[in-house]
Every structure is written in structure tokens, then in C-alpha cells.
């Protein structure tokens, strides 16, 4: 399926409109907790909506902005095949960094990215997920966490695609190295999206998970 193809384009719109949906904002506005934009960091995402204290609403919002890329690339690999779900895959995940609807100013990408990988290559989301989780407990930064996921599933699936496709024993479900090149290219702009939280690492500022209000605003403030 040719990316010129209008059937691909279409899928990227659709995806575009679904992964542009603004969950931590509604979520917090529904709850009466204002603007997620002016507390924290600022950003519309699961991390900031935790730090209005509620957890469940962070929760909601991480679940709600994975889902958002998960079951529209299921429904379109279901439709019109894996071309189509790769490309509803890039449109939503593009979609919440830039919304329409928030002058293109969106979230990091980071719950979207994993529902784009159990969307596409579920064992690269498991294998996200676990590497996050350990490097959350080793280290209590959310940022290192998601940066150190997003290079080693990336980089780990497209050595995986070339190493099995290369085998002519290996499984029919093995990812391609197109996918593998997918995952590389959202792993670049989960970097983009965090180049504050990268300086702030690298200056000894950022903020750790479960850190107050005040600290948060210090951060941003500085970076």
C-alpha cells in the first residue's frame, strides 16, 4: 500500500482527529479542577493531571490517551490492513503533540506511543511498559523513564526485524523493519517533545514522581 494511496491519507486523518482529543483537559475540566495547562508543567498529560493530586484521573488519562491510538489502529488493520493501521498510528500519536483544537500545542506522547506499540506490535508495549516501570523505581524520574523505554523498544525492534527477517525459521508475527523504523522515528519525537525535561536532567532540576506542587513550578520556571 503506496503512501500515496488515498485510503492512506484518509487513515492518517482519521487518526489525526482521534489522537488530537485532549483527555487531560476535558478530564480535569469535568472534575472542576480548571485548566490542566496552568498547573504543573503545563502539560495536558497523565504525568500533570497526577499532579493535581487525583490519581484516578491520571489514570483515566493515561488509559484514555492510549486508547485513543489503540483501538482506531485495530479497527483499521481490522478494515483496510496493517498499512492502514501504521498510518492511523502516526496520524494519532501526531495528532495529541499537535492538536488542533489546543493551537497545535498538545502532550508529550508518551501514553499515545505505547497505545501506538500494542496497537502495532503488542510485545514492544509489554516490553515498554516494564522498562519504564524499572527505571521509575531505580531512578523516580518519569522523564529518564519514558526517554530510556522509547530508545530501547525503538532501537531493540529494529534490530529484532532485521535479525529475524533475515532467518527464514523466524515467526510469521515478527515485526518488519518498516515498523521498526516507525517506532524510531516516534522515539525521536518523544526526545523533541521532552528537550525541557532533558536539560533539567542534565542541571539536576527535574522534578522526581511524587514531587509537590512547589517543586514542579520551580522546574518549569527554570526550564
Do not use: Q
Request: charged fraction near 10%; hydrophobic fraction near 55%; proline fraction near 4%.
Amino acid at each position: 500500500m503506496s503512501a500515496y494511496d488515498p485510503l492512506i491519507r484518509v487513515a492518517i486523518v482519521l487518526g489525526y482527529l482521534c489522537g488530537s482529543i485532549p483527555f487531560g483537559l476535558l478530564f480535569t475540566r469535568m472534575a472542576g479542577l480548571g485548566d490542566i495547562r496552568a498547573i504543573g508543567s503545563g502539560n495536558i498529560g497523565a504525568t500533570n493531571v497526577l499532579r493535581t493530586g487525583n490519581r484516578w484521573l491520571a489514570l483515566a488519562t493515561l488509559l484514555a490517551d492510549g486508547l485513543k491510538a489503540t483501538i482506531p489502529i485495530l479497527i483499521a488493520r481490522a478494515w483496510w490492513g496493517d498499512g492502514a493501521g501504521v498510518a492511523v498510528g502516526l496520524g494519532a500519536f501526531i495528532g495529541h503533540l499537535f492538536p488542533l483544537w489546543l493551537k497545535f500545542r498538545g502532550g508529550k506522547g508518551v501514553a499515545t506511543y505505547i497505545g501506538v506499540l500494542l496497537g502495532l506490535y503488542w510485545p514492544a508495549g509489554v516490553a515498554f511498559c516494564l522498562i519504564w516501570l524499572a527505571v521509575a523505581w531505580r531512578f523516580k524520574y518519569s522523564s529518564l523513564s519514558a526517554l530510556t523505554a522509547a530508545t530501547v523498544v525503538a532501537i531493540g525492534t529494529l534490530i529484532l526485524s532485521v535479525t529475524l527477517h533475515t532467518d527464514e525459521t523466524a515467526p510469521s508475527a515478527a515485526p518488519d523493519l518498516k515498523l521498526g523504523v516507525v517506532f524510531l522515528v516516534l522515539a525521536a519525537l518523544i526526545f523533541f517533545t521532552h528537550r525541557g525535561n532533558l536539560r533539567r536532567l542534565m542541571s539536576g532540576t527535574e522534578p522526581k514522581i511524587g514531587a509537590g506542587k512547589a517543586a514542579v513550578s520551580t522546574a518549569r520556571a527554570i526550564g
